[in-house]
C-alpha cells in the first residue's frame, strides 16, 4: 500500500466534499475513507490533520469530522488595529488565569485547574434543588443588594458574625476582588504569603495594587517576617489561607494563630481570611477561622460553595465587622446589584438538607484516596521529588530537581499527555525554586500512576544536556 498516494487520494476526497457541503456538514467517517480509499487510519488520521490546520475541516471528540465553520466573505476585513493603542496595556495576571482554567485537550489526564472532577460533584442534588426553586414565581423577583438573610445567617454563624455582617458574592474571586477594593486604594501595599494564590495576585494587580510576599513554609506564614512586613511597608491589609492553602497545601500552625493575629492588630491592619478549603479537609477536623477567634474587625473572612460542590455553583460570602463592612456591601452593590435569586435559594436548600453533610463525608473518602494514589505513584517514579502530605485542600506542592525549569516542564508534560501547572506564577516575587502544582481532585486515582509516568517522561526530556 503507498500511504503517501493514499494520503493525497484522502485529501482530494474531502477538499471535493467540503467545497459542495455547508459549513457545519459531516464528513466521512475515518473507518469509511480507509475503507474507500485503502489506507491506513494513520494515513487518513494525518490527512484530516492537515485540513484541519488548513480551516477546511474540524473534528469533534466522539462526533467525527465535519466541514469548518468559516466567515462570511462580507468585503475587506475590519481594521481593528487601533484598539491596540485605545486600550493601553493588558491587566496583568490574564494570560495565568486563563492558562489555568483552560479546558485539558482530548485524550490528556489533567492534574491542573481548582475544581472537582464532574464525577466528584454534586450535580444531581444541585439540579433538584434549581428545579424545585425555578417553580417559585418569588425566587425570581429581587432580593435584598446584600444577598438573602437565611443564606447569610448560613454563612455567618460558622464564625459568630451577624448575618447583616456577611455579603453574597457571585462565587470566591469575585468577593476578593471587591475585598481588595473595598479596602485598599491604588497604589496601596498589599502582603500575601509566598506563594499564594494566582487568581489573589491577579485581583491584587488589577485592582492597582502593589503585592509584597511574606515567607511561609509548611506551617503557614512567618509571624516575625509579616510583623516586619507591615513594620518596612506601612501596608494595612494581608491576603491569607490559613487552612490547606493554594497552592501549597500548608495550614497555619496552632502555635503561630495569636501570633499572626497580633501582628495584624498591632499594626491596625486587615487580615483576608480566604477560608476556600472549609470543607475539603481530608484528615481529622479543620480549626476554626481565624475570624472566630478575633472580635475586633481586623479580620475579613471569605468562604465559597465553588471548590466543594461544583464550578456552576457561584456563590460565596464575604464578611467584615464595622466600618469595613459597610465599604464590602457598597462595593458589591455597584458590581452585582445582587446575586441570581434561584441560585441563592438553591445554595440555601443544598446546604441546609441532608445531602449537604452526606456530599462531604463521600468527598473527604474520594479526595483521600487521590492524593494518596498520586503520592504512591510519584514515589514509584519521581522518588527523588519532594511532595509533602496536605492534609486536605486539592493540590500537592511539589519541589523539583535544581536546575529544572518549571515552565520548560509543564510544556513537556503537556506534549506528553499530562496537564500540570508551573510554580512559577504562584509567587509574587521571584520564584526561590522550581514547583510544580499538582491536582488530584481532577483525575480518578486509576490515571495518576499512568499521568506520574508521564509526568517522569516530561521531566527526563527536560533535563538540561551538559
Not at 428545579?131 to 446584600?146: F, K, N, T
Not at 502544582?437 to 527536560?462: C, G, H, K, N, Q
Request: aromatic share 4%; proline share 8%; with cysteine.
Amino acid at each position: 500500500m503507498n500511504d503517501g498516494n493514499a494520503a493525497a487520494r484522502v485529501i482530494q476526497d474531502l477538499r471535493g466534499a467540503v467545497s459542495s457541503a455547508a459549513a457545519g456538514s459531516r464528513l466521512p467517517s475515518v473507518r469509511e475513507l480507509t475503507a474507500r480509499h485503502q489506507a491506513s487510519p494513520v494515513t487518513v488520521a494525518a490527512a484530516i490533520r492537515a485540513l484541519v490546520k488548513e480551516g477546511l475541516v474540524e473534528t469533534r471528540p466522539g462526533q467525527g469530522t465535519f466541514v469548518a465553520r468559516r466567515a462570511a466573505a462580507t468585503g475587506p476585513a475590519p481594521d481593528l488595529s487601533w484598539q491596540t493603542v485605545a486600550l493601553g496595556a493588558r491587566r496583568p495576571g490574564e494570560d495565568e488565569l486563563q492558562a489555568l482554567l483552560a479546558t485539558p485537550p482530548a485524550g490528556a489526564i489533567p492534574l491542573s485547574g481548582g475544581y472537582l472532577e464532574p464525577e466528584l460533584q454534586p450535580a444531581v442534588a444541585l439540579g433538584a434543588a434549581l428545579a424545585r426553586v425555578a417553580r417559585q414565581p418569588a425566587a425570581w423577583q429581587r432580593g435584598p443588594a446584600e444577598g438573602r438573610a437565611d443564606l447569610r445567617a448560613w454563612f455567618a454563624a460558622a464564625i459568630g458574625l451577624r448575618a447583616d455582617d456577611m455579603v453574597i458574592c457571585p462565587g470566591g474571586q469575585a468577593a476578593l476582588s471587591s475585598a481588595f477594593r473595598a479596602l485598599a486604594a491604588p497604589g496601596d501595599t498589599l502582603l500575601v504569603e509566598s506563594p499564594t494564590y494566582l487568581g489573589a495576585l491577579a485581583s491584587a494587580r488589577a485592582a492597582g495594587l502593589r503585592v509584597v510576599p511574606v515567607p511561609a513554609d509548611a506551617d503557614g506564614v512567618l509571624p516575625d517576617q509579616l510583623a516586619a512586613a507591615f513594620a518596612r511597608t506601612g501596608s494595612r491589609l494581608f491576603y491569607c489561607q490559613p487552612l490547606h492553602a493554594n497552592p501549597t497545601g500548608a495550614s497555619l500552625a496552632a502555635d503561630r494563630r495569636s501570633v499572626v493575629l497580633s501582628a495584624v492588630r498591632e499594626a491596625g491592619a486587615f487580615l483576608i481570611e480566604d477560608d476556600y478549603a472549609r470543607d475539603l479537609t481530608i484528615d481529622g477536623d479543620p480549626p476554626p477561622p481565624l475570624a472566630r477567634e478575633e472580635a475586633d474587625g481586623h479580620v475579613i473572612y471569605l468562604r465559597s460553595l465553588t471548590k466543594s460542590a461544583a464550578p456552576g455553583l457561584r456563590i460565596a460570602a464575604v464578611g467584615a465587622r464595622g466600618p469595613a463592612g459597610a465599604r464590602l456591601r457598597a462595593v458589591r452593590l455597584v458590581d452585582e446589584l445582587f446575586v441570581a435569586g434561584p441560585l441563592q435559594q438553591a445554595a440555601l436548600e443544598f446546604v441546609t438538607s441532608p445531602v449537604w453533610d452526606r456530599h462531604r463525608r463521600q468527598l473527604r473518602t474520594a479526595l483521600s484516596a487521590r492524593r494518596d494514589a498520586l503520592l504512591s505513584a510519584l514515589h514509584r517514579h519521581l522518588p527523588a521529588i519532594a511532595a509533602p502530605r496536605p492534609r486536605g485542600g486539592l493540590h500537592l506542592w511539589v519541589r523539583l530537581d535544581e536546575g529544572l525549569d518549571d515552565v520548560r516542564v509543564a510544556a513537556a508534560a503537556a506534549t506528553e499527555g499530562v496537564i500540570v501547572f508551573p510554580g512559577r506564577p504562584w509567587f509574587a516575587a521571584e520564584a526561590p525554586a522550581s514547583h510544580l502544582r499538582l491536582t488530584y481532585a481532577a483525575a480518578p486515582p486509576d490515571l495518576m500512576d499512568e499521568a506520574v509516568r508521564r509526568l517522569s517522561a516530561a521531566i527526563a526530556a527536560s533535563r538540561p544536556t551538559s
